[in-house]
């Protein structure tokens, strides 16, 4: 056999449902790479020859290796930062006050337009750096906080840009529909006529994003508005996904399913029947803890039933500067646990395997197996479980990317 590299000496959390074990567990496990893909992974006691001499051997101290994290939602290019209304909600206000008198979204909107491209990469990519420290070896990031053509633009280039210039793969998302800019304050049907008919053939000319989303929400758009943009965004051959039943129960998350969306994200407020409508469409379920922690939300998503009808659940970061503004994929890991009651291998699921699925790449990676992307970390801990368990030793000790070792 000739291969690029092996590893020895290390336990594989794979994540493939193929493999009946609790984390799709390789103990005493091997991994060989060609050509930045998996070419055999398996018992070590099975590897096959090679040639020892010419080969790379990597040896793994008995650590455990997962697939490389995968952050599904992200918000992680903006400028500014919005501490003071932390602290007027520390006084009483709520953050559905606080949107409605202008601050909220709008303020971070007003931020973005005023900062330069160069700064607002500088920005994402010390928070990329951030995640991939951690392990994350893919992101996706929306626009958002543009809400202007000019704008939107600007924040998906430097999404794009960042994923050109880090090792940590970027997937864009338009979400011009995150909240109604104030000039098109009491008119928001003229704004969603904006996004379709102005923004996103822009976006899809320059090839600006690979998906679509939508905040539908009783303060942002309705089911309507909502609508039509995803049908639009389906159109123009774009992947779609919404921001859906996060403050209430608005019908979005049954709508987008029925459109074929691959994940609708948020969904504390989500009822049976939705979650049966996801189920059939095969959506992902995206939970957000750092969002349900940071404002502090009591009602929890339908865990149990999104077991019950078998829907993939994601579990993200959701990071941005309003409703969660922590820039840690293993913290979520732990919150998905400790606050939305997950076990630590659903957790992990739903960073590797299910995040890969809403973001339509898990022929590529989320897993791994023999014709997989060689992404994977590796960790020191003598568990899987530890990985959501602890919090804030980072574990991780190597990141391999498509086959290359990442110096970081
Ligand atoms: N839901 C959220 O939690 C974020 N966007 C959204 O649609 C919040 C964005 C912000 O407050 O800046
Ligand atoms: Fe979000």
């Not at 793969?169 to 996004?195: N, R, W």
């Not at 998906?211 to 992947?239: H, M, P």
Request: glycine share 8%; hydrophobic share 45%; net charge negative.
């Amino acid at each position: 056999m000739s291969w690029d590299q092996v590893w020895i000496d290390i336990n594989i959390a794979t994540m493939s449902p193929s493999i009946s074990t609790p984390y799709g567990a390789i103990t005493d496990g091997a991994i060989a790479v060609k050509d930045g893909k998996i070419a055999w992974i398996g018992a070590r006691t099975e590897l096959p020859e090679f040639d020892v001499l010419a080969t790379p051997i990597y040896k793994g101290k008995g650590g455990w290796v997962t697939p490389g994290l995968i952050d599904a939602h992200t918000h992680l290019v903006f400028a500014g930062n919005r501490a003071n209304e932390f602290e007027l909600r520390l006084q009483g206000a709520s953050y559905e006050e606080i949107a409605r008198s202008g601050g909220g979204i709008i303020s971070t909107v007003k931020a973005c337009r005023e900062a330069s491209e160069a700064e607002l990469f500088e920005l994402g990519r010390q928070r990329l750096n951030a995640l991939a420290k951690e392990g994350v070896t893919t992101v996706e990031i929306k626009s958002g906080y543009g809400l202007d053509i000019e704008t939107e633009l600007k924040i998906l280039r430097v999404a794009r840009e960042l994923g050109k210039h880090h090792h940590v793969d970027v997937k864009t998302t338009f979400l011009g529909a995150h909240a109604i800019p104030p000039e098109f304050s009491g008119d928001s049907d003229a704004y969603v006529d904006l996004v379709i008919n102005e923004m996103l053939p822009k976006v899809v000319a320059e090839n600006l994003a690979d998906a679509v989303d939508v905040f539908c929400e009783n303060i942002a758009f309705n089911l309507a508005q909502t609508e039509r943009v995803l049908q639009a965004a389906k159109k123009a051959g774009l992947t779609i996904k919404l921001h859906a039943e996060q403050l209430s129960n608005m019908g979005g998350s049954a709508m987008a399913a029925k459109l074929g969306a691959k994940s609708v994200d948020h969904i504390e407020y989500l009822d049976e029947a939705d979650v049966k409508a996801l189920s059939e469409s095969g959506t992902c379920a995206t939970l957000l803890p750092g969002a349900f922690y940071f404002l502090r939300e009591t009602q929890h998503p339908p865990i149990d039933l999104l077991r019950q009808y078998q829907v993939p659940m994601v579990v993200a970061s959701d990071y941005n500067p309003g409703s969660s503004p922590l820039c840690s994929s293993l913290l979520m890991l732990n919150m998905a646990c400790t606050l939305l009651r997950l076990t630590p291998e659903e957790a992990l699921a739903g960073m590797t395997r299910n995040a890969a699925k809403a973001l339509d790449i898990e022929q590529q990676v989320g897993i791994l197996a023999v014709g997989m992307h060689a992404d994977f970390c590796l960790w020191n801990i003598s568990t899987p479980a530890q990985l959501a368990y602890t919090y804030g030793v980072n574990a991780c000790v190597d990141v391999v990317k498509n086959g290359q070792l990442v110096h970081q």
